[in-house]
Every structure is written in structure tokens, then in C-alpha cells.
């Protein structure tokens, strides 16, 4: 179908009532159409619906005006009431971020005691098993013990004798 032609008929429609030409117009268009007849068909009864209401009441010559006046008002309201860092727009974003990033902390924490306590408990099976195997290995563990002393302790003993 003709769309510049469709839209023209359309629009005329909502205007007034169509002459006899552009009635048959109107016709031609839709015998080599048939499957937009459906459709004008509402157009026409949409048209017939709206040219049934009352009139409008009659506004104000400064409407317009008084409208753009009220959005602007209410433009200036919104912008004073929302401001970019209110504490009723951030607070529970930063209630939620500060719930995850302690429940994460609690994970990472809990798991890292679980780490340790699997750590020593293995090197506690580990040094039973050396122990119960080979009793030789921890007979001189003291003396071995103390080869890693980070804070030697001053041999007395040996400072008295040098002075």
C-alpha cells in the first residue's frame, strides 16, 4: 500500500469528513488492499468516537506559560531534594557494601583458621609418624631445637671468665 498516499487519507480523516473523491480514493486504496480494510475499519470508528466527545473547555492564553512555569518549578524542587550526596540515597548502598565486605572478611578469616588448624594437625601426624618410626631422628632434638634460636642468651659463664 502507498504510504505517503495511506497517511495523507489518514490524517484527513482525523481532520474532517472526506469528500466523495477522496471517499473513493479511500475505496481504490482498500480493493488493492483488502487485508488494510481491518484496520481503517478501527481508524473509522476511532475517528467517529472522538468526534462524539465534548469540547474542550476554552484555556488561559498564557497555558503554555503557566505549564512550563510549573515543570520548571518542580524541576527546581527535585533538583534541592535530590542532591548527589544525600544520606537517605547512599546509606543502604553503603550499609550493603559494608555487610559484604565483612561477611567476606569473616569467610577469608574462618577459612584461614581452618587452614592452620589442617596445617598443624598434619604436622602433628607427621612427627608422630617420624617419632614412631624413627626414634633416632628425635633423640638430640633439644640441642637441634636450639641451633635455630634467633636471640642467643649471653653465655655469662664465658663474659665473667674474659674480664
Known sequence: MNDSATQRIRELLWRRTPTDAEA???????????????DWEIESMLNEALDQLPEAPPVSSNFTALVLQAVESQENIRSHTDTRWSLHRWLPRFAVA????????????QHEVNERAAMARDVAQLGAALAASAPELTQNFESIRRLDDSSPKADTDLLALMQ
Open 98 to 109: 559494608a555487610l559484604t565486605l565483612t561477611l567476606a572478611l569473616a569467610g577469608w578469616h
Open 24 to 38: 473513493a480514493e479511500l475505496q481504490n486504496l482498500l480493493a488493492a488492499h483488502p487485508e488494510a480494510r481491518a
